[in-house]
């Protein structure tokens, strides 16, 4: 009933250690938006469905609404909060707002962790590649496209390339 | 000037003479959206705030006999339990169906009903006492669908119905249609049905309801239309609407689903009323659900006759639909399928019959394309069986046929600029279709289909004289200015829409633009995010305002600068002689003189669209100030072995007047393909109707929807046809390019494989069907094989304009 004791946990947010205590039946994505404060992380269904609160365990994308909080002990998340570094975008987050891959933006944190796993692994991934990281996310709003282009722009820039957004992207053929 | 770049350094490629119309900017919200730091509604919380759930009728038609709420009021943590006859007063979107109660009073009428509301101190808390409420049913005949509904009178569902279960009954006239089908060398007639589908944003419903002891209620809601939820608030909780302020915040997505007063919102408010704390409530996705409010599943019939050269004669349609449990939008919504059939094809003589049944389903209400898509599959589908029976290719039969720009329907409707053709010619020829259509190998085809969508309905849902929209615009003497509109950002841009409009006119970086919007407490009146009003008619708004400040401001520099006032320009940051460009100041300057002279510089500007032709009873759904238009060739592989339909590539050409943001339009155009897809092969609204008519799927792992892996390649062109009406010319496009995808991929499959699957979603399962009554010798066609009996009333006859009608209705005395 909200009442039962809290757990104390250890672990490391967004870079930094942090001790964080919740009730224990909490899932991670709770913990984060509730406990933490880090509201950033969004969720779609609270089932595994949707991908919308994907965060980073160890830089690997899970579902934090399938992730109990308690197992995060001792482990690294990463959430959209650190992304922006010194006041800077990520190149991912410069990409998705330079094309419109954000529209409502309720999905968007999710994307551009999945995102940015990807690009670790894989710096220079084929749109098949890419659409096979990001199946777990859904969208409504964008139909991906603007997803798919916005993560290859970042990815070539990431490389070194200096890459500009095709023509047809942003005003059509 | 942090954004400065992307205003200056990217190439003018904006239509002639504007800095930042046309042009693909980043909207001003974006980088809040990619940082995480777009406050959503559940992303609120305050200090002792209580959570609130609603517990939801397990019947889908049924007489409450009893709630007892006693033990969940005694559970620890509950602070408060509301039931039925607590909040007695009805409320709806329309004036003509206010026919919801916060929670059931006599009795549900779906599986989702909300009946009883608990606010506690935590969710689990919320969760647990709903549990505990009792309630006894007495269940009632429950009807699954909309034929099950004309068939049955008894029990109604809705006393205020027009007969039986029959919501609505509509009967239009114009000009005698039967002797005009008569008239065609070729009579064609088709039957259609569209299941229902949903919205499914990724962010569900939430709401933060505040009390203050000074009699003060603030609610923050995802709502798309915070304006309506004000008069809701207003009318249910019986309190002035200047002591309650409704903040819509950011939507996660709406697409028409938050475009109703909802239970939920009405709840935390009167909660936060008794606790005098606030009151949270996030639904759950089975929720959303619940609430609903997507496409009416409608079944269609529709006979035309159209001469060899495919001219058309007349039109007949019907449309049954299937509204759910309650009123929403639905008059609306059947008007809409009988509404914009004639304003991409000439159809000199029109007769629409529309129904609208309730049923004890989730409430159907408007989304993206409100009652449109339906009818529009309906016709698309039905002119490809017609090219196909005169041996003319689809689409020149299409060209053949189109609506002049600057006419009058039959149906008085006024269309302006139109740029179909040139969007069928585009498409054409992208696709390579006369190299395709009828020329690929089995398994794989071409189809073609075109469609129009409204800019903002012509006339307002509450029926008054007063604008639609409304900017109030603030020049700070820093050279800041502050945008105060009532519009709701759903994703479409509706924010950054207000910003370039008045960068454009003063001539300043629209990321040094203040934007405020949807607070009905700051906010001067929006009608809300629908019916692809927002662009048009803030913009026009905002052009308004923003015209007047810069002519207060001409005043005051011309005067310093000894310069005629039409010589001035605003651009860079500057007013300076347009002869001598040196000859001029900082726009902060400006300002400054202007504020020294006059006091502080504010403007208004607002929008009223011009009046309809029609004046019949029914004429107020359909005008709009302008049309936007849309063809589309969609590509499909149909497996013969299994019936799944891929869709590689989908050709798109708009026709959007004139793009604001061009970068912001291609993304409403592939979000609609996108969507369309999803409503072409997949999504629907399932229900299980033998023992209770119960949702199937209500999650959204089993409600298909496109992933990565089902979406098409999309190549997009934009027409720019400036409609008068626009601001800088701008119509719609959040809404018209998902029209024309469902039966473009219905004719596409037809081409493939040769079986005409008249019925959305094109599944697997009805393609098989269909192929193996080809391969049996019957029709190679899956759908509905009739259209029920109703009892429509009398018509209204309108005669048409190139009759000499006057756009009223002339007695059945007088014909």
């Given at each position: 009933?909200?009442?039962?004791?809290?757990?104390?946990?250890?672990?490391?947010?967004?870079?930094?250690?942090?001790?964080?205590?919740?009730?224990?039946?909490?899932?991670?994505?709770?913990?984060?938006?509730?406990?933490?404060?880090?509201?950033?992380?969004?969720?779609?269904?609270?089932?595994?469905?949707?991908?919308?609160?994907?965060?980073?365990?160890?830089?690997?994308?899970?579902?934090?609404?399938?992730?109990?909080?308690?197992?995060?002990?001792?482990?690294?998340?990463?959430?959209?909060?650190?992304?922006?570094?010194?006041?800077?975008?990520?190149?991912?987050?410069?990409?998705?707002?330079?094309?419109?891959?954000?529209?409502?933006?309720?999905?968007?944190?999710?994307?551009?962790?999945?995102?940015?796993?990807?690009?670790?692994?894989?710096?220079?991934?084929?749109?098949?590649?890419?659409?096979?990281?990001?199946?777990?996310?859904?969208?409504?709003?964008?139909?991906?496209?603007?997803?798919?282009?916005?993560?290859?722009?970042?990815?070539?820039?990431?490389?070194?390339?200096?890459?500009?957004?095709?023509?047809?992207?942003?005003?059509?053929? | 000037?942090?954004?400065?770049?992307?205003?200056?350094?990217?190439?003018?490629?904006?239509?002639?003479?504007?800095?930042?119309?046309?042009?693909?900017?980043?909207?001003?919200?974006?980088?809040?959206?990619?940082?995480?730091?777009?406050?959503?509604?559940?992303?609120?919380?305050?200090?002792?705030?209580?959570?609130?759930?609603?517990?939801?009728?397990?019947?889908?038609?049924?007489?409450?006999?009893?709630?007892?709420?006693?033990?969940?009021?005694?559970?620890?943590?509950?602070?408060?339990?509301?039931?039925?006859?607590?909040?007695?007063?009805?409320?709806?979107?329309?004036?003509?169906?206010?026919?919801?109660?916060?929670?059931?009073?006599?009795?549900?009428?779906?599986?989702?009903?909300?009946?009883?509301?608990?606010?506690?101190?935590?969710?689990?808390?919320?969760?647990?006492?709903?549990?505990?409420?009792?309630?006894?049913?007495?269940?009632?005949?429950?009807?699954?669908?909309?034929?099950?509904?004309?068939?049955?009178?008894?029990?109604?569902?809705?006393?205020?119905?027009?007969?039986?279960?029959?919501?609505?009954?509509?009967?239009?006239?114009?000009?005698?249609?039967?002797?005009?089908?008569?008239?065609?060398?070729?009579?064609?007639?088709?039957?259609?049905?569209?299941?229902?589908?949903?919205?499914?944003?990724?962010?569900?419903?939430?709401?933060?309801?505040?009390?203050?002891?000074?009699?003060?209620?603030?609610?923050?809601?995802?709502?798309?239309?915070?304006?309506?939820?004000?008069?809701?608030?207003?009318?249910?909780?019986?309190?002035?609407?200047?002591?309650?302020?409704?903040?819509?915040?950011?939507?996660?997505?709406?697409?028409?689903g938050k475009s109703d007063p909802f239970s939920h919102e009405i709840a935390v408010a009167k909660l936060a009323m008794i606790t005098g704390r606030p009151v949270k409530i996030t639904l759950t996705r089975e929720e959303v659900?619940?609430?609903?409010?997507?496409?009416?599943p409608t079944l269609m019939w529709v006979r035309t006759g159209v001469k060899r050269d495919g001219s058309i004669t007349g039109m007949h349609f019907k449309s049954l639909l299937d509204g759910g449990a309650y009123g929403s939008?639905?008059?609306?919504?059947?008007?809409?399928?009988?509404?914009?059939?004639?304003?991409?094809?000439?159809?000199?003589?029109?007769?629409?019959?529309?129904?609208?049944?309730?049923?004890?389903?989730?409430?159907?209400?408007?989304?993206?394309?409100?009652?449109?898509?339906?009818?529009?599959?309906?016709?698309?589908?039905?002119?490809?069986?017609?090219?196909?029976?005169?041996?003319?290719?689809?689409?020149?039969?299409?060209?053949?046929?189109?609506?002049?720009?600057?006419?009058?329907?039959?149906?008085?409707?006024?269309?302006?600029?139109?740029?179909?053709?040139?969007?069928?010619?585009?498409?054409?020829?992208?696709?390579?279709?006369?190299?395709?259509?009828?020329?690929?190998?089995?398994?794989?085809?071409?189809?073609?289909?075109?469609?129009?969508?409204?800019?903002?309905?012509?006339?307002?849902?509450?029926?008054?004289?007063?604008?639609?929209?409304?900017?109030?615009?603030?020049?700070?003497?820093?050279?800041?200015?502050?945008?105060?509109?009532?519009?709701?950002?759903?994703?479409?841009?509706?924010?950054?829409?207000?910003?370039?409009?008045?960068?454009?006119?003063?001539?300043?970086?629209?990321?040094?633009?203040?934007?405020?919007?949807?607070?009905?407490?700051?906010?001067?009146?929006?009608?809300?995010?629908?019916?692809?009003?927002?662009?048009?008619?803030?913009?026009?708004?905002?052009?308004?305002?923003?015209?007047?400040?810069?002519?207060?401001?001409?005043?005051?520099?011309?005067?310093?600068?000894?310069?005629?006032?039409?010589?001035?320009?605003?651009?860079?940051?500057?007013?300076?002689?347009?002869?001598?460009?040196?000859?001029?100041?900082?726009?902060?300057?400006?300002?400054?003189?202007?504020?020294?002279?006059?006091?502080?510089?504010?403007?208004?500007?607002?929008?009223?669209?011009?009046?309809?032709?029609?004046?019949?009873?029914?004429?107020?759904?359909?005008?709009?100030?302008?049309?936007?238009?849309?063809?589309?060739?969609?590509?499909?592989?149909?497996?013969?072995?299994?019936?799944?339909?891929?869709?590689?590539?989908?050709?798109?050409?708009?026709?959007?007047?004139?793009?604001?943001?061009?970068?912001?339009?291609?993304?409403?155009?592939?979000?609609?393909?996108?969507?369309?897809?999803?409503?072409?092969?997949?999504?629907?609204?399932?229900?299980?109707?033998?023992?209770?008519?119960?949702?199937?799927?209500?999650?959204?792992?089993?409600?298909?929807?496109?992933?990565?892996?089902?979406?098409?390649?999309?190549?997009?062109?934009?027409?720019?046809?400036?409609?008068?009406?626009?601001?800088?010319?701008?119509?719609?496009?959040?809404?018209?390019?998902?029209?024309?995808?469902?039966?473009?991929?219905?004719?596409?499959?037809?081409?493939?494989?040769?079986?005409?699957?008249?019925?959305?979603?094109?599944?697997?399962?009805?393609?098989?069907?269909?192929?193996?009554?080809?391969?049996?010798?019957?029709?190679?066609?899956?759908?509905?094989?009739?259209?029920?009996?109703?009892?429509?009333?009398?018509?209204?006859?309108?005669?048409?304009?190139?009759?000499?009608?006057?756009?009223?209705?002339?007695?059945?005395?007088?014909?």
């Amino acid at each position: 009933m909200g009442n039962e004791s809290k757990v104390k946990i250890a672990l490391t947010v967004n870079g930094e250690a942090a001790e964080v205590a919740f009730a224990p039946h909490k899932t991670l994505l709770e913990v984060l938006r509730e406990d933490m404060g880090l509201t950033g992380t969004k969720h779609g269904c609270e089932l595994g469905e949707c991908g919308t609160c994907t965060v980073l365990l160890d830089g690997t994308p899970v579902l934090s609404c399938l992730v109990l909080g308690l197992a995060c002990a001792g482990h690294a998340v990463r959430t959209v909060e650190a992304m922006a570094q010194g006041g800077k975008l990520h190149p991912l987050q410069e990409t998705f707002a330079d094309l419109g891959a954000a529209q409502c933006g309720y999905c968007t944190p999710a994307f551009l962790l999945a995102a940015e796993a990807l690009l670790v692994a894989n710096p220079k991934p084929t749109r098949d590649e890419i659409k096979d990281a990001l199946a777990g996310n859904l969208c409504r709003c964008t139909g991906y496209i603007k997803i798919y282009q916005a993560v290859e722009l970042a990815a070539a820039r990431m490389r070194g390339e200096k890459a500009e957004p095709a023509r047809e992207w942003l005003y059509g053929q | 000037m942090a954004n400065k770049k992307h205003v200056s350094d990217r190439p003018a490629v904006g239509p002639s003479g504007s800095r930042i119309i046309g042009k693909a900017l980043r909207k001003v919200d974006a980088v809040a959206k990619v940082t995480g730091a777009t406050r959503f509604a559940d992303d609120l919380a305050f200090p002792r705030m209580l959570y609130c759930k609603l517990l939801r009728s397990t019947e889908p038609h049924a007489r409450i006999v009893s709630i007892d709420v006693t033990a969940a009021k005694q559970l620890d943590g509950v602070q408060a339990v509301l039931t039925g006859p607590d909040l007695p007063i009805p409320f709806g979107i329309l004036p003509v169906s206010q026919d919801e109660h916060t929670l059931c009073l006599e009795k549900v009428r779906f599986i989702g009903d909300p009946v009883a509301a608990v606010a506690a101190t935590t969710e689990e808390t919320a969760t647990a006492a709903l549990d505990l409420i009792k309630v006894v049913y007495e269940p009632l005949k429950s009807f699954d669908s909309a034929e099950a509904a004309v068939a049955h009178p008894e029990p109604q569902i809705h006393d205020y119905a027009d007969s039986g279960n029959l919501h609505k009954l509509i009967n239009l006239e114009f000009g005698d249609t039967e002797a005009g089908i008569a008239d065609g060398d070729l009579v064609r007639e088709d039957l259609f049905f569209f299941e229902g589908n949903t919205h499914l944003p990724m962010e569900q419903h939430a709401a933060v309801a505040m009390w203050s002891p000074d009699g003060k209620l603030t609610l923050w809601t995802s709502t798309q239309t915070p304006h309506y939820v004000h008069r809701a608030l207003a009318k249910v909780l019986e309190l002035p609407a200047a002591r309650i302020r409704v903040i819509a915040t950011p939507n996660g997505g709406g697409f028409g689903g938050k475009s109703d007063p909802f239970s939920h919102e009405i709840a935390v408010a009167k909660l936060a009323m008794i606790t005098g704390r606030p009151v949270k409530i996030t639904l759950t996705r089975e929720e959303v659900f619940y609430c609903h409010r997507g496409r009416h599943p409608t079944l269609m019939w529709v006979r035309t006759g159209v001469k060899r050269d495919g001219s058309i004669t007349g039109m007949h349609f019907k449309s049954l639909l299937d509204g759910g449990a309650y009123g929403s939008y639905g008059v609306a919504s059947t008007y809409y399928t009988g509404a914009l059939q004639t304003v991409t094809y000439n159809v000199p003589r029109y007769h629409f019959q529309g129904a609208r049944a309730f049923t004890n389903k989730a409430p159907c209400g408007p989304k993206r394309g409100h009652g449109t898509p339906q009818p529009r599959f309906a016709l698309e589908v039905h002119l490809d069986k017609i090219a196909e029976q005169l041996k003319i290719d689809p689409a020149e039969l299409r060209l053949k046929t189109l609506v002049p720009p600057n006419s009058l329907t039959a149906n008085y409707l006024r269309v302006g600029s139109m740029g179909l053709g040139k969007c069928i010619a585009k498409v054409v020829e992208g696709s390579e279709w006369k190299k395709k259509f009828h020329k690929l190998p089995e398994g794989r085809g071409v189809g073609l289909a075109c469609s129009s969508y409204i800019s903002g309905a012509g006339l307002p849902i509450y029926w008054n004289n007063m604008p639609h929209s409304g900017v109030q615009l603030k020049c700070d003497r820093g050279g800041g200015v502050t945008v105060f509109c009532g519009s709701t950002e759903i994703g479409q841009g509706s924010d950054s829409i207000l910003a370039y409009i008045v960068a454009e006119v003063l001539g300043i970086d629209p990321f040094e633009i203040a934007v405020v919007t949807a607070d009905t407490d700051l906010t001067p009146v929006d009608l809300g995010s629908y019916s692809s009003r927002v662009t048009l008619m803030t913009g026009n708004a905002a052009l308004q305002a923003a015209e007047r400040a810069r002519q207060i401001l001409s005043l005051h520099v011309g005067k310093k600068l000894e310069v005629p006032v039409e010589r001035l320009t605003f651009a860079d940051g500057r007013v300076f002689d347009s002869k001598d460009r040196k000859r001029g100041m900082a726009f902060a300057e400006a300002v400054q003189l202007a504020e020294a002279a006059e006091g502080t510089i504010g403007t208004v500007g607002s929008y009223t669209p011009p009046m309809s032709a029609g004046k019949y009873r029914g004429a107020g759904v359909g005008p709009s100030p302008a049309y936007s238009y849309s063809a589309c060739v969609a590509e499909a592989d149909v497996d013969l072995e299994t019936g799944i339909v891929r869709v590689p590539t989908i050709w798109i050409a708009h026709d959007v007047g004139r793009s604001i943001n061009s970068a912001s339009v291609i993304g409403q155009v592939e979000g609609s393909i996108y969507m369309g897809l999803g409503e072409a092969l997949m999504e629907e609204m399932a229900y299980r109707g033998d023992l209770k008519v119960v949702h199937k799927i209500p999650s959204l792992l089993e409600y298909k929807s496109p992933t990565t892996l089902e979406m098409c390649d999309v190549v997009t062109y934009l027409i720019e046809d400036p409609d008068p009406n626009g601001p800088f010319g701008a119509k719609e496009v959040g809404q018209g390019p998902l029209l024309p995808v469902m039966p473009a991929v219905a004719n596409a499959v037809y081409d493939a494989v040769g079986v005409r699957v008249d019925e959305v979603p094109i599944t697997p399962e009805k393609v098989l069907k269909a192929l193996r009554r080809k391969e049996k010798g019957e029709a190679g066609r899956y759908g509905p094989d009739h259209f029920p009996t109703i009892a429509w009333p009398e018509p209204t006859r309108v005669p048409t304009p190139s009759e000499g009608g006057d756009g009223k209705a002339v007695s059945l005395a007088k014909v």
